[in-house]
């Protein structure tokens, strides 16, 4: 019969088959073969002994987070405690570009936005065609709207520590009773709660909690990061060189979008930073 993983835990696989969750482990030939069964992976358990007999081909697959078949990212980012940035938003819709997922940012704690900062980031954010959603966890205000986006669908949300990310999965359905860090003044970051990838039912979908990390690593090149950065994917393919980077070659379609558009320019410098960073990991 065919299921789902929905979490691993000290070697200890828990799919879920017509809302029966089994705890099992893989057959030990996938051992032999480094086939390694991930979260989000639909499988086959065999019917005697319940032991997962086969892996059925993933759509996606990402490495961090690890986790298979998501239809869709949220990207959570907070408003305050930690402040949000522009960078690091694109740095992660870049990399949600590239593995080819589609992503949304969700900006959180707008009880604590003092200046309607979320107005600004959400139109910022508009110009390269990502569509934004706002929430308050203390109040609620937003929530209905997320909730929207995510029926029917196996969604990740992705993002700091301390970003929200567990309130959210409580605000959306406080039966999960996640967990939630304390935001730490003193350390300038959140503990880490989350510890692993989780797969929760969601109206005909499901959504992954997913541990908050400090820093992406981003696997690709300066190429890559100059095809995939929001907003440059159509535009890239129309410029004289073929391996244009879009930094101060002639007849650049993605300079002449970015710079002569609505484009704000906050946006372009955090895609030079982000072209920087690829290139002085790589050269050393
Ligand atoms: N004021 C306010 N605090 C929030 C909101 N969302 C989360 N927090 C707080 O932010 C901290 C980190 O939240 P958590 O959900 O654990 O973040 P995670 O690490 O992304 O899972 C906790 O102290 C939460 O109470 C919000 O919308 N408004
Ligand atoms: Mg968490
Ligand atoms: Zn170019």
């Known amino acids: 019969?065919?299921?789902?993983?929905v979490a691993i835990q000290y070697g200890v696989y828990s799919v879920e088959c017509d809302g029966v969750i089994y705890q099992t482990s893989p057959r030990g030939v996938f051992r032999k073969h480094s086939i390694k069964p991930m979260v989000g992976d639909r499988v086959i358990l065999d019917e005697g002994n319940f032991i997962i007999k086969d892996v059925l081909p993933r759509t996606t697959e990402l490495k961090r987070p690890a986790i298979s078949n998501v239809d869709q990212i949220l990207l959570v980012f907070s408003l305050s405690e930690p402040s949000f940035s522009y960078y690091l938003?694109?740095?992660?819709?870049?990399?949600?570009?590239?593995?080819?997922?589609?992503?949304?940012?969700?900006?959180?704690?707008?009880?604590?936005?003092?200046?309607?900062?979320?107005?600004?980031?959400?139109?910022?954010?508009?110009?390269?065609?990502?569509?934004?959603?706002?929430?308050?966890?203390?109040?609620?205000?937003?929530?209905?709207?997320?909730?929207?986006?995510?029926?029917?669908?196996?969604?990740?949300?992705?993002?700091?520590?301390?970003?929200?990310?567990?309130?959210l999965l409580n605000s959306v359905d406080p039966n999960y009773n996640r967990s939630i860090g304390e935001y730490s003044m003193a350390l300038g970051r959140g503990k880490h709660q989350t510890k692993e990838v989780v797969l929760l039912p969601y109206l005909n979908g499901y959504l992954?909690?997913?541990?908050?990390?400090?820093?992406?690593?981003?696997?690709?090149?300066?190429?890559?990061?100059?095809h995939y950065f929001p907003g440059m994917e159509e535009a890239s393919l129309k410029c004289f060189y073929p391996n244009c980077l879009h930094v101060s070659e002639p007849k650049c379609a993605v300079k002449e979008?970015?710079?002569?558009?609505?484009?704000?320019?906050?946006?372009?410098?955090?895609?030079?930073?982000?072209?920087?960073?690829?290139?002085?990991?790589?050269?050393g």
């Open 89 to 167: 938003a694109l740095k992660y819709l870049t990399y949600c570009n590239y593995q080819g997922v589609k992503a949304y940012l969700v900006l959180t704690k707008t009880d604590k936005s003092l200046d309607k900062e979320e107005e600004r980031i959400s139109k910022d954010f508009g110009t390269i065609g990502i569509e934004t959603f706002s929430v308050s966890n203390l109040t609620g205000e937003g929530v209905e709207k997320v909730k929207e986006l995510l029926e029917g669908k196996v969604s990740c949300l992705m993002g700091q520590t301390g970003a929200g990310k567990s309130s």
């Open 208 to 226: 992954a909690d997913t541990p908050g990390f400090s820093s992406l690593e981003l696997d690709m090149t300066e190429l890559d990061v100059s």
């Open 1 to 5: 019969m065919e299921g789902i993983i």
């Open 257 to 283: 979008k970015f710079l002569e558009g609505n484009i704000p320019s906050i946006i372009y410098e955090s895609y030079l930073k982000l072209l920087q960073e690829i290139k002085e990991k790589r050269h």
